[in-house]
């Protein structure tokens, strides 16, 4: 009979039992949280830095004439979109595709960086010895440069116009014969000429561009009577105090009428008084707060229209119309959204004191207003420049 060695297993002295698997969890989870972090810091300055190229371009627009009228459009369309929704952020309308273009704009540009200082070396040259050897050596640096500064631009379009794409140049010729050979050169210019079509059509530039348009004329319709009896108050001053109670009365419905507009889509929207005055009982507060927000936004702009600005920098003084301006489009927005959900009107002393505290912000704005003719390097024409109905710029005739 064998003897048998009974061994007994081995004994980790002074350490806990654990399982091997548990450290290789731990790390994969924290990984992963490190990751989301990452990921969500990134897509929190993306959005940041698509709001700010939003603003900067609705303000190049403002300062561009017939353009105006896409920025008016845009306020008007993210002020419906919180009216349907009753969110504010429903409102902020294209910031990722903004981001988009923002990058791509700052890509080129730094990409451009090595052009413009081989070129302003070529041109020191050429100022110091004219058509001699050193001249035409960077004459030809200079050539060269464009001409791979172009195929850099080109390369990094194709691949997506990516913020990296124009910072990494080397990858393009890789990436451009792979695509070659996979679609052939004719599938590579038809993808990256329907990507950048099918990129142009979601900016939905017809549609702002009418809805600016018509809100335009539709508004004009209602200041242009009372604007026109405050400039003949200059020699009838009875015209120009009923011009100024005629544009008290107007100025509390108007960008309400707005929102109706752009909700429903009809021209007829515009002058439906009536359905205001009713949405009205029902939110009173929220009007008069949407209200007063509005005009006391606008109020402080008519300081940029003391002196006129050079034509060239007319986008900054826009700048600030447009960050002015934005918030307290949807602000009215969700003013008229929220009259939309009560069923019945608010009580007879809350409506009251709504209407006391709109009587109050509309003639503060009319007083500004008929000042401002006395102020404004435009005179008379200001009075037909109310931006915080109009068009979101300081100069109509920019």
Not at 160 to 188: A, D, T
Request: hydrophobic residues 55%; contains cysteine.
């Amino acid at each position: 009979m064998r003897n048998v060695a009974l061994r007994e297993p081995a004994k980790n002295h002074g350490e806990p039992f654990a399982s091997p698997a548990i450290a290789p969890c731990w790390r994969s989870r924290v990984r992963r949280w490190i990751a989301w972090c990452v990921s969500g810091l990134g897509s929190v300055i993306e959005w940041l830095f698509g709001l700010v190229s939003l603003l900067l371009g609705l303000s190049i627009f403002a300062a561009i004439p017939l353009a105006q009228f896409l920025t008016l459009g845009y306020f008007l369309e993210s002020s419906a979109r919180v009216a349907r929704s009753g969110r504010l952020r429903d409102g902020l309308i294209g910031v990722r595709r903004a981001a988009r273009v923002g990058k791509a704009i700052a890509g080129v540009t730094i990409a451009l960086v090595p052009l413009w200082l081989v070129g302003s070396l070529a041109r020191s040259a050429e100022l110091i010895d004219p058509g001699g050897r050193v001249a035409g050596t960077w004459r030809l640096a200079l050539a060269g440069t464009t001409f791979a500064t172009a195929l850099h631009l080109a390369g990094a379009l194709l691949r997506g116009g990516g913020f990296f794409h124009f910072l990494w140049p080397f990858g393009h010729p890789f990436w451009v014969l792979r695509e070659v050979r996979r679609r052939g050169l004719g599938g590579v210019y038809a993808g990256a000429r329907d990507g950048f079509w099918e990129f142009l059509v979601s900016f939905r530039f017809p549609h702002y561009f009418r809805l600016g348009l018509v809100g335009f004329v539709g508004t004009l319709a209602w200041l242009a009577i009372p604007s026109t009896l405050i400039a003949a108050g200059g020699r009838f001053p009875a015209l120009g105090f009923l011009g100024a109670l005629l544009l008290a009365a107007v100025v509390p419905s108007l960008p309400f009428l707005q929102v109706r507009y752009a909700v429903e889509g009809r021209a007829s929207a515009l002058f439906s008084i009536r359905t205001v005055r009713h949405r009205f009982r029902h939110a009173p507060w929220a009007f008069a707060l949407a209200l007063m927000v509005l005009l006391s936004a606008a109020v402080p702009l008519y300081l940029l229209k003391i002196e006129m600005i050079p034509r060239e920098a007319a986008w900054l003084p826009s700048l600030v119309f447009v960050a002015f301006l934005a918030p307290a489009r949807l602000l009215v927005g969700w003013a008229y959204a929220r009259s939309g959900r009560r069923s019945s009107p608010r009580h007879w002393m809350v409506r009251a004191i709504g209407r006391l505290a709109i009587l109050i912000v509309a003639l503060v704005y009319v007083l500004v207003v008929y000042f401002s003719q006395f102020t404004s390097w435009a005179g008379i024409g200001s009075l037909y420049e109310q931006h915080a109905f109009l068009l979101p710029v300081p100069f109509l005739r920019m």
